[in-house]
């Protein structure tokens, strides 16, 4: 199992038997100009909200690769207008878990605004849970710091992707917080470095959470982890 990180949120996971894709933003950034959307061949997607800077190739990836798209209610009617066909469309919401090749999906609190890229209502942010392969993997979306994290801490996570670039998320400060919250030290730096409100000291990011008992995994566009 791995991780590949394609920049801003952007994550595929290398799973049991499948590959998900998180929050496909990559052809407009461009930190991640080197990656070719077209050779990525998902077997699911999975949006945490409808925010530009999540959705922007999701329809472009799911075409090439026929991918399930996996979100809240709200957000996946707005996938449906995407000329994303509905039969691989899968709605579920806050407490709900999808069964997949893989392993499951449960959907999880996280604390954001959301709106479409077309002005409609995308109902609200959300967080994942993930299980396959005997490991336990939380990808929290775009979320600010909150108590309902501490609803994770039984769950037994083996790693966390957390936001870390402030100013529409948490910052590196609270995602440390968080990582105590939900009980995990592997976590895994998403949402900085794309523009400057949310660019970070890097190394000053590693040693906070360092001096925390934690393991900071800061991945360059296009690397590999191995989880």
């Given at each position: 199992?791995?991780?590949?990180?394609?920049?801003?949120?952007?994550?595929?996971?290398?799973?049991?038997?499948?590959?998900?894709?998180?929050?496909?933003?990559?052809?407009?950034?461009?930190?991640?100009?080197?990656?070719d959307i077209n050779s990525l061949k998902p077997d699911y997607i999975i949006l945490s909200h409808a925010h530009d800077d999540h959705v922007a190739d999701v329809a472009a990836i799911q075409k090439n690769s026929g991918?399930?798209?996996?979100?809240?209610?709200?957000?996946?009617?707005?996938?449906?207008?995407?000329?994303?066909?509905?039969?691989?469309?899968?709605?579920?919401?806050?407490?709900?878990?999808?069964?997949?090749?893989?392993?499951?999906?449960?959907?999880?609190?996280?604390?954001?605004?959301?709106?479409?890229?077309?002005?409609?209502?995308?109902?609200?942010?959300?967080?994942?849970?993930?299980?396959?392969?005997?490991?336990?993997?939380?990808?929290?979306?775009?979320?600010?710091?909150?108590?309902?994290?501490?609803?994770?801490?039984?769950?037994?996570?083996?790693?966390?992707?957390?936001?870390?670039?402030?100013?529409?998320?948490?910052?590196?400060?609270?995602?440390?917080?968080?990582?105590?919250?939900?009980?995990?030290?592997?976590?895994?730096?998403?949402?900085?470095?794309?523009?400057?409100?949310?660019?970070?000291?890097?190394?000053?990011?590693?040693?906070?959470?360092?001096?925390?008992?934690?393991?900071?995994?800061?991945?360059?566009?296009?690397?590999?982890?191995?989880?």
């Amino acid at each position: 199992m791995k991780a590949i990180y394609y920049g801003h949120s952007s994550v595929a996971l290398h799973l049991e038997g499948a590959t998900a894709l998180f929050d496909p933003f990559i052809s407009p950034n461009p930190n991640a100009r080197h990656i070719d959307i077209n050779s990525l061949k998902p077997d699911y997607i999975i949006l945490s909200h409808a925010h530009d800077d999540h959705v922007a190739d999701v329809a472009a990836i799911q075409k090439n690769s026929g991918a399930k798209v996996l979100a809240v209610v709200e957000t996946a009617m707005w996938a449906s207008r995407q000329d994303i066909p509905e039969s691989d469309i899968v709605p579920f919401n806050f407490g709900g878990t999808v069964q997949t090749t893989f392993g499951s999906v449960k959907m999880v609190y996280a604390l954001h605004t959301n709106i479409a890229p077309d002005g409609q209502y995308a109902g609200v942010p959300a967080g994942y849970v993930l299980q396959s392969g005997g490991k336990k993997i939380y990808f929290a979306g775009d979320t600010g710091l909150t108590m309902e994290m501490k609803l994770l801490a039984h769950v037994g996570l083996d790693w966390a992707f957390l936001p870390i670039g402030g100013h529409f998320t948490m910052d590196v400060d609270d995602a440390i917080i968080a990582s105590q919250f939900i009980n995990c030290k592997n976590i895994i730096g998403i949402h900085y470095d794309t523009f400057p409100p949310i660019t970070i000291d890097r190394e000053a990011a590693k040693q906070k959470f360092a001096d925390a008992g934690l393991n900071l995994h800061l991945l360059a566009i296009g690397d590999e982890l191995v989880l």
